[in-house]
């Protein structure tokens, strides 16, 4: 169930660019459908920029310029941002002005024509298969929540599936028997991904051993539960995946999206196409997948420098 913006999550000052800005929050729960997590990274950017604006007595979003805006991202550059915080803050800017633009509130963007940071492309770091297999061996499958953990790993690894993703499947989202489940990427669209044979095993064990006597207890619809019968939080899951990459040897670092990377390098090594695997990942643009050829590529090259003579 989506939780819409509150009233409390308003900044402090009730002005005139607040009260737009929580409209705003309004249209992307309601009407645009977008994830709980995606609103409120919105409102976190949004809320800093309100905070920002009173601070130079600016309240009415009419009145601000793109001095200001350029000015909003200096102070954040000087607050020693990452680039691509300042550019998630700058878009959450230019998406919250077009609203105001469509709904006549405002007669041009500010945001529109304001400096972007240049933002160095970051290669997904990805486990070895050797040390997925680790990671997804590591639970002890003689107990319940070993069970659990497993069958979570083998289905992450599985379908490439965001965490966000996973944690808001239902059990009615699961056909075990052909082999599939239903899941709502980001902007709730709906896509359905395989699951591979290893974690049906893991899956079909975990809902005959484990998940009916947890769920009995609160009637809980998610697929994958804790031992109290509640959904898994985000920082519960994470917590989950450190503590078997720990078990595991792992050394590199992990990430909540390493498995997702991981599973879209693995299948591009393997020969998969890549429209299929932008399918597979439920990408928008085949450019957000083309980051794996990159990925490919390096390891290509490291192949080539271990294994040739005169490299």
């Given at each position: 169930?989506?939780?819409?913006?509150?009233?409390?999550?308003?900044?402090?000052?009730?002005?005139?660019?607040?009260?737009?800005?929580?409209?705003?929050?309004?249209?992307?729960?309601?009407?645009?459908?977008?994830?709980?997590?995606?609103?409120?990274?919105?409102?976190?950017?949004?809320?800093?920029?309100?905070?920002?604006?009173?601070?130079?007595?600016?309240?009415?979003?009419?009145?601000?310029?793109?001095?200001?805006?350029?000015?909003?991202l200096t102070h954040l550059k000087r607050k020693n941002l990452a680039p691509t915080s300042?550019?998630?803050?700058?878009?959450?800017?230019?998406?919250?002005?077009?609203?105001?633009?469509?709904?006549?509130?405002?007669?041009?963007?500010?945001?529109?024509?304001?400096?972007?940071?240049?933002?160095?492309?970051?290669?997904?770091?990805t486990l070895s298969i050797a040390e997925v297999d680790a990671l997804l061996n590591a639970?002890?499958?003689?107990?319940?929540?070993?069970?659990?953990?497993?069958?979570?790993?083998?289905?992450?690894?599985?379908?490439?599936m965001r965490i966000s993703e996973i944690l808001t499947v239902r059990l009615a989202d699961?056909?075990?028997?052909?082999?599939?489940?239903?899941?709502?990427?980001?902007?709730?669209?709906?896509?359905?991904?395989?699951?591979?044979?290893?974690?049906?095993?893991?899956?079909?064990?975990?809902?005959?051993?484990?998940?009916?006597?947890?769920?009995?207890?609160?009637?809980?619809?998610?697929?994958?539960?804790?031992?109290?019968?509640?959904?898994?939080?985000?920082?519960?899951?994470?917590?989950?995946?450190?503590?078997?990459?720990?078990?595991?040897?792992?050394?590199?670092?992990?990430?909540?999206?390493?498995?997702?990377?991981?599973?879209?390098?693995?299948?591009?090594?393997?020969?998969?196409?890549?429209?299929?695997?932008?399918?597979?990942?439920?990408?928008?643009?085949?450019?957000?997948?083309?980051?794996?050829?990159?990925?490919?590529?390096?390891?290509?090259?490291?192949?080539?420098?271990?294994?040739?003579?005169?490299?």
């Amino acid at each position: 169930m989506r939780r819409h913006p509150e009233p409390q999550d308003r900044p402090a000052a009730d002005t005139a660019l607040a009260r737009r800005v929580a409209d705003f929050l309004l249209h992307l729960s309601i009407e645009r459908g977008l994830s709980v997590n995606t609103v409120d990274a919105y409102r976190r950017d949004l809320h800093q920029f309100c905070e920002f604006a009173a601070s130079a007595g600016l309240d009415d979003p009419a009145a601000i310029t793109q001095d200001e805006i350029d000015r909003f991202l200096t102070h954040l550059k000087r607050k020693n941002l990452a680039p691509t915080s300042v550019s998630r803050k700058l878009a959450a800017l230019r998406t919250f002005y077009k609203f105001l633009c469509r709904e006549g509130h405002v007669q041009g963007s500010p945001a529109a024509t304001a400096t972007q940071p240049h933002i160095a492309r970051r290669i997904p770091g990805t486990l070895s298969i050797a040390e997925v297999d680790a990671l997804l061996n590591a639970p002890d499958m003689h107990t319940p929540n070993g069970l659990r953990d497993r069958a979570m790993l083998e289905t992450l690894y599985s379908t490439g599936m965001r965490i966000s993703e996973i944690l808001t499947v239902r059990l009615a989202d699961l056909n075990l028997g052909e082999g599939w489940l239903r899941c709502f990427g980001k902007g709730s669209k709906e896509r359905l991904v395989t699951i591979g044979r290893t974690a049906a095993e893991c899956l079909h064990l975990y809902l005959e051993q484990v998940r009916p006597r947890w769920a009995a207890r609160t009637g809980a619809e998610e697929l994958f539960l804790t031992d109290r019968g509640q959904a898994f939080s985000r920082s519960g899951f994470w917590k989950v995946i450190k503590k078997y990459a720990l078990q595991a040897g792992i050394q590199k670092k992990i990430t909540p999206h390493t498995l997702r990377h991981s599973f879209a390098t693995h299948l591009l090594d393997g020969g998969a196409d890549l429209r299929v695997i932008q399918e597979l990942l439920g990408h928008a643009r085949i450019a957000t997948t083309q980051i794996y050829t990159h990925v490919s590529t390096q390891r290509l090259h490291e192949v080539y420098r271990k294994a040739h003579p005169r490299a």
